[in-house]
């Protein structure tokens, strides 16, 4: 029963420098999303994929760049950190389907500071 | 466009107490709403939805009621624990070709002994 899994938990860059965090979901959902925690801000979206083979840019996609490898894994790069990215970043799914009745199901987080 | 809006936190009860956390609600058409609860280095989890006007959704002793000509969707529980202790965020499923859901800014609660 693992639900959506996130790699790593916790990671430090420094600024210029670019990585990817990781994203698997087990449960045969179609749509996956990746959001950014702010404090004071909730969760806003960065970008999402209504089902394998698309993503689309979400609220806050700058400085962002995704893949939807498989319909399991969604994964999100940043390509050149900055300051203001740091942040804790959740990945979710959701389905069968795309109705909005269809809860999102979430992993525990990547906790990403960035010096 | 859609959006979301609760009570500003933190709310601090005493163990026992009646839970109210109000969220209200700005959407086109017929949303889904949604009250999701994230404990302390987790992420969201679902508590409860409400897919129409009217429909009341409830979990672990939480309940809300999906009002449409109030436009709220108020999560309340009539006594806390402290493991109640989290935040909470008011959220909308509206239409738009995906799953789109419009969270609010969350609520945090802290139930003291």
């Known amino acids: 029963n693992a639900g959506v899994t996130q790699t790593p938990k916790f990671q430090v860059l420094k600024t210029g420098q670019s990585m990817t965090l990781q994203c698997a979901q087990d449960m045969n959902h179609n749509s996956m999303y990746w959001y950014r925690q702010d404090p004071g801000m909730g969760l806003r979206l960065i970008y999402y994929?209504?089902?394998?083979?698309?993503?689309d840019k979400g609220e806050v996609p700058n400085g962002y760049n995704v893949s939807r490898l498989n319909k399991r894994e969604f994964s999100l790069r940043l390509e050149s950190a900055a300051p203001s990215q740091t942040s804790v970043y959740f990945c979710?799914?959701?389905?069968?389907?795309?109705?909005?009745?269809?809860?999102?199901?979430f992993g525990d987080g990547t906790r990403l500071s960035i010096l | 466009g859609d959006s979301v809006t609760q009570m500003e936190g933190p709310v601090t009860l005493s163990e026992e107490a009646f839970l109210t956390i109000n969220c209200t609600y700005t959407?086109?058409?017929?949303?889904?709403l949604f009250w999701y609860v994230q404990y302390p280095g987790e992420g969201l989890q679902l508590l409860l939805k409400a897919t129409k006007a009217d429909d009341k959704g409830s979990n672990k002793g939480f309940e809300a009621t999906y009002r449409k000509e109030t436009t709220s969707f108020h999560l309340e529980k009539g006594s806390v624990q402290v493991s109640d202790s989290a935040v909470y965020f008011c959220a909308l499923g509206g239409d738009g070709g995906y799953q789109k859901v419009t969270f609010g800014t969350g609520t945090k609660l802290q139930v003291i002994p």
């Open positions: 994929s209504a089902s394998e083979g698309t993503t």
């Open positions: 959407a086109t058409g017929y949303p889904s």
């Open positions: 979710a799914s959701s389905g069968p389907g795309t109705g909005r009745n269809q809860p999102q199901h």
